[in-house]
């Protein structure tokens, strides 16, 4: 020890042996917590795996209990309490499952027959299960009767009103706590807690004395640590949880021994210990075969995690060296399969519809886009929509709903080409994206498609047809993207809609259509509500003196970017997006107002305002233009409103009471476009009308001696007999004003006499117009010099 090269020795071997033990007890801690922890990771996994255990046996019973609550046979054994036919249906139905309890009970929760004979003992309140029925489903449910706790589920008998109910269960015991151990490779222990506190073990320990112990295990629903247990003097490391269930409580603990726990970490530390001995001898060769022992199963192990990690699965992981290694490799091979079996599922999920089975709306868009950017070939896109399935919804219940998609989506898919997709691209829509379909084939197929769905349904004793339509786009004809695809077909089944027929076919420019359409939709309601329309009026002659007394108020727009929109176009949008009363009570008011001021200035002129089909059988239509006329005070009886037909056609008995209560107060009516719509003479006959509006389209025929000529007259005779005034629109010849005058026609408004007018210009006009007296007997001489005269009004 005196010489320097000792004392470097023993200073060298020194340090060595500090660094060792340092490091020999830093590692060993550190493989200790890390065994531990990854002993607990596997228990908090495995009760995991134990929730999952249970919900599967509860789909086993909610299966195996729908089955037999639907049964007809049970049902009617129910339905007439035969108690024996009750309890053979439950086992038979038990057994195929391996249920080991059928109950039946009331819809108070009474117990009306059991396959067990501990329930009727047991008299455990069963109307929980009743009340703990309309909750979730996906959660199982225990209860404990006499000494044995059961796993339920319930399912109503219903014929078709819920007359009572049925369980089926399995029970909880050691067999149960043994499958769970087979596939955990764990100790189970299940404690049931009954109503009376009482508790219920089932468990896989070999010792019985360690078995009675585990009744004093502590219960923690809410624990996220593994803990230390002691049972009959063998330790293990346990994780407990309260499972996610209704009814009696049930904790479930998987016990490890500890001695299986610190098996790896006892193989380290001889083996780092032996390394420790031999370091002092060849620290510098075993530190290098170790160090290279050591980091090749970690290196391994660091790729297969970025292998995982970039989803790839298929590759096994294999590892040498200790067993912790090798179990961690085996972990790792478990994780890849798990994954990969809940991407697979995912996957399946989200490109798949969960009712039909058939791929969803996300499937489609992926096909069509592998379509359009990966191939050349032609396609056709199908698009049917089963329009009636709502009403079925309605009146049968959306499970008959239901059962209509998927066997439509069954013949879909069962009369479609091999190679085509039937995907479920909406609630009532389907989608098939057809191969090398060509313009002249496509409208057969879809045909073809629609007239397999479309009849032949016979569910829940109902026969029944669906109202199908269908719209047609063609890659690449119609769009080269999906989204333009999907969008077209959209719009040809909307035009399918509008033309009435079961399949349209997609049309170059129908796009812009429809975003007019768009447009005008959405700045309508603004124009209403900013004031952006204005009125025009067309003057009404008296044929007989020439004089005009009424005007018809007509609606005009001008959009800011469109410019003039035609009433012919925005007043049916109106009608079909439901805002035509809006519009309406615009037109009412605005008239009204300029009727108002022309009274003050001292004009005296009725006006004529057009209702839509539903305003008439608006009730608050009445009060809405009584309290216009009081407020603007105009007499009612200068204002007239027209009607059509068809409005009058859709309830006639409610337009008539509707008509009549204005009338009371002194509003005219008019019949409008008469001989266009569908009513009867009883009809007209009960409605209380002041005039009849022969429609331009016969006037503009007019001629001596032609089909409308005879129409025309027809009327005007009618409208005479009925003590009416027969206005005809649209004259625009003098011809046909000499022909309306020889037939004894009352009024006339058309160009003939004078475009619609300003506000501002028609009171000039009334006047100019009244002023004119008849010179001659000459009729056509007079037309002209009133044209002239509306002419140098409008100039």
Known sequence: MTSFRKRLLVLIIGLVVVTQTVTLAAVLASTAHNVEARAAEQLRSGTSFVQQLIRFRGSQLANGVAVLAADFGFREAVASGDVPTILSAARNNAQRIGADIVL??????????????????????????VRDAHGRHDQPSFMVFGERPYQLFLAPVRTPETIAWVAMGFVVDDSLAQRIHDLAD????????????????????????EKRATGLLPADAAATEAHVVKLAGTQYLGFSQRLEARGDPVDVTLLKPMREVL?????????????????????????????????????DLVLAARRIQQGQYETAVHVSGGDEFRSLADTFNAMQRNIAERERDITHHLYHDSLTGLPNRVKAESQLEQLVSGTKRNAALILIDLRNVHDINASLGHHVGDDVLREAGRRLRQNAHTTDM???????????????????????????????????????????DLHVACGVCLYPDHGDSAATLLRRAQIALEDSTDARTRVAIYRTGRDDEHRRRLTLITDLRTAIDRDGLSLVYQPKVTMATRSVKSLEALVRWTHPQLGPISPGEFVPLAEATGGARRLTSWVLKAAVGQMGQWREAGLEVDVAVNLSANDIL?????????????????????????????????????AARHMQLLRVAGVRFAIDDFGTGHSSLSQLNMLPVDELKIDRSFISHARLGSDAATIVTSTIELGHRMSLDVVAEGVEEPEAWNLLRQLGCDFAQGYLISRPLAPQDVP???????????????TVLQIRALDQLTARFRG
């Open 104 to 129: 039946l009970l009331d819809t108070q929760g009474v117990l009306l027959a059991s396959t067990a004979s501990e329930v009727v003992a047991s008299h455990a309140p069963l109307v929980n299960l």
């Open 186 to 209: 764990t100790q189970v222990v299940l404690v049931s807690r009954g109503p009376d506190g009482t508790l219920h073990v089932a468990s896989t320990l070999p010792s019985a004395k």
């Open 263 to 299: 098996t790896p970490y006892q193989d380290v530390r001889d083996a780092l210990l032996a390394i420790d001995g031999i370091a002092l001898v060849l620290a510098a060769v075993v530190g290098t075969l170790l160090g290279r022992s050591a980091t090749r199963p970690i290196g």
């Open 422 to 464: 039937v995907a479920r691209l909406g609630e009532t829509q389907f989608l098939i994206i057809a191969l090398d379909c060509r313009e002249e084939r496509a409208p057969l197929y879809a045909e073809q498609l629609t007239g397999v769905v479309r009849s032949g349904f016979h569910l829940s004793g109902v026969s029944f």
């Open 618 to 654: 608006d009730p608050d239509l009445g009060d809405e233009i009584l309290y216009l006329l009081r407020s603007r005070r105009v007499e009612p009886t200068s204002l007239l409103l027209e009607i059509t037909e068809s409005a009058v056609m859709r309830d006639p008995h409610l």
């Open 764 to 778: 000039a006009f009334v006047v100019q117009a009244n002023q004119l007296l008849p010179a001659s007997d000459s």
